[in-house]
C-alpha cells in the first residue's frame, strides 16, 4: 500500500482528551476516531491490527475444535428474565424497546442466547461435547466510558461457551480452552499469566483471568519468576488427551492479583517473587448448570436419565487487546507491534521522491515484496525525511527500509528494527532476503 493513498490521520500533539498511553497512541496513529462517549470508529491501520489479533483467536479456537456461529446483538430481554439477570446486571445493560413495545437489550454478553439455541436442539448425551464461538460487537452502558478502548462502551469480544455432560467431562473443555488461551497470546508476542479469579455477574465457581505484564497496567500483581520464559506456541498439543498435567504446571506456580495476595507465599519465593502490574486480557469461567437449569438445556444420560448439562464460559476482548499490547509494547516515538500483529511487517521510505534513482529503487523493491506476500507500506509521500521517520516510528512497522540518494550511490540501503532500534547498512537485495527469511 502506497501512504500517499492510504487514510491515515496522524497527530503531532496529544489530544487532550486521552489520559493513557494506549489511548494518545492510537489517536495519534490514526487507528481510531471516537464517534461519541466511549465508541469509536476503527480507521483503515487500526482495522488491520483488529482483524489481525481477530484471526489468531479463531485458528486458536478452531483448533480445539470450537465453532463458530453469530448470534444477533439486540437480544429479547425474556431470556434474560428467565435466568434471572435482567433485574440483577444494573443500569450498564442498555435496555431498550421495539416498535411493538417488547423488552429489548443490546447484549453485553450471550449466556442466555446461546443457552437457548442449544436447548432447542439437544436431546442426549451423544449431542455432547459441544464448544462453540463468536467474535462480535457488545454493548455495555458504563458510567464513566474512559481510556480508550481499554473501558470502552461498544467492544468487540470473543466468547466461547461449553457444553458437557458433567463437572468431569466440563473441566476437560476448560483444560482445553485455558490452553488455547495462552498459545493464542503467545502467538501475539504476548506472555500472558493466568490467576485465580471471582466470577464476577457470570457466576460459577472456577474461573481464571489472564493478564499480560506492563507498567501501566490496571492491576497490581505477583508471580513467580518462572512465567516470564514459559513457552507453548511451539509445543505441539493433541487436545483429546488428557491435558489436567499442563494445566496444573501453570496453576500451581504462585500468581496473583492484588486481592488475591498470600503473604507467606511471596515470602518463601524469595528472589524468584516479581511485583508488578498487569492488564487483563482474558476471562474463562466454568458455572456449571446456573444457565441450563433456568432455560431447561438438559439431555438423557447413558441411563436414560435427564440431566442439565454443565456450562463454561470463555471471553477474549479482541478491541480492548489492542489497547492492551500497547500499553506493554511501546516508547517514546510510538508503538511497537509484534511481527504476528502489526499492520504490517515493513515500512518503505523513499527519502527523495523524484529522484529517478530512489523511485526506481524503492518501486523495484516495492514490487517484488508485494508480489511476494509481504505487507508493506511504502511512504511515497512528498514529506520531509524527518516527518516520514517520525510517523514509521509512531505506528510502529517492525521494519523499515529506508532509501535515499546517498546509501544509493554506495549501493547500499539502510535497515531498521522498529523494537531494537538497531539500524544496518546492507545491498537492497540483502535487505529484501532478510525480510523474506
Not at 306 to 315: C, P, R, W
Request: charged share 25%.
Amino acid at each position: 500500500m502506497r501512504l500517499s493513498h492510504y487514510f491515515l490521520p496522524t497527530l503531532k500533539e496529544n489530544p487532550a482528551e486521552a489520559e493513557i498511553i494506549s489511548h494518545r497512541l492510537m489517536l495519534r496513529s490514526g487507528m481510531i476516531r471516537q464517534s461519541s462517549a466511549g465508541i469509536y470508529s476503527w480507521l483503515p491501520m487500526g482495522y488491520r491490527v483488529l482483524k489481525k489479533i481477530e484471526n489468531i483467536i479463531r485458528e486458536e479456537q478452531n483448533a480445539i475444535g470450537c465453532q463458530e456461529i453469530l448470534m444477533p446483538t439486540i437480544q429479547p430481554a425474556d431470556l434474560w428474565r428467565i435466568s434471572g439477570r435482567y433485574d440483577d446486571y444494573g443500569p450498564e445493560m442498555l435496555r431498550i424497546k421495539d416498535r411493538h413495545d417488547r423488552d429489548m437489550l443490546f447484549g453485553p454478553t450471550n449466556e442466555e442466547q446461546i443457552t437457548e439455541i442449544f436447548a432447542a436442539s439437544a436431546r442426549s448425551y451423544r449431542d455432547l461435547p459441544k464448544l462453540m464461538y463468536h467474535i462480535q460487537w457488545k454493548f455495555r452502558d458504563e458510567v464513566r466510558p474512559r481510556f480508550g478502548v481499554m473501558r470502552g462502551r461498544e467492544f468487540l469480544m470473543k466468547d466461547a461457551y461449553s457444553f458437557d455432560l458433567n463437572a468431569e467431562e466440563s473441566r476437560k473443555s476448560y483444560n482445553k480452552m485455558f490452553i488455547s488461551y495462552l498459545r493464542t497470546y503467545e502467538r501475539m508476542g504476548l506472555t500472558a499469566i493466568p490467576m485465580a479469579a471471582d466470577t464476577g455477574p457470570i457466576g460459577g465457581n472456577m474461573s481464571h483471568e489472564f493478564l499480560i505484564l506492563a507498567e501501566t497496567g490496571e492491576s497490581e500483581i505477583a508471580c513467580h519468576r518462572d512465567f516470564l520464559n514459559r513457552k507453548l506456541s511451539n509445543t505441539k498439543i493433541n487436545y483429546d488427551e488428557d491435558l489436567q498435567l499442563i494445566v496444573n504446571d501453570y496453576t500451581n506456580q504462585y500468581a496473583a492479583t492484588d486481592e488475591k495476595r498470600d503473604a507467606n507465599a511471596e515470602v518463601a519465593l524469595g528472589n524468584d517473587l516479581i511485583n508488578a502490574r498487569g492488564i487483563e486480557v482474558g476471562h474463562i469461567f466454568y458455572f456449571g448448570t446456573k444457565y441450563s437449569k433456568p432455560l431447561g438445556a438438559k439431555v438423557t444420560d447413558t441411563g436414560g436419565q435427564e440431566v442439565f448439562v454443565e456450562m463454561g464460559s470463555y471471553g477474549i476482548g479482541v478491541s480492548r487487546l489492542v489497547g492492551a499490547i500497547i500499553e506493554a509494547s511501546h516508547d517514546n516515538s510510538g508503538i511497537i507491534w509484534p511481527e504476528s500483529i502489526a499492520p504490517f511487517k515493513t515500512g518503505l521510505i523513499n527519502l527523495k521522491v523524484g529522484d529517478p534513482k530512489c523511485d526506481a529503487a524503492c518501486d523495484d523493491a516495492y514490487t517484488k515484496l508485494s508480489s511476494l506476500g509481504e505487507e508493506i507500506i511504502y511512504d511515497d509521500r512528498e514529506a520531509r525525511a524527518g516527518t516520514k521517520f517520525v510517523d514509521m516510528d509512531l505506528i510502529g512497522i517492525p521494519w523499515q527500509i529506508i532509501i535515499g540518494p546517498r546509501g544509493l550511490g554506495s549501493g547500499v540501503v539502510e535497515m531498521k528494527h522498529r523494537s531494537t532500534g538497531e539500524r544496518h547498512e546492507l545491498s537492497l537485495e540483502s535487505a529484501m532476503t532478510k525480510l523474506l527469511s
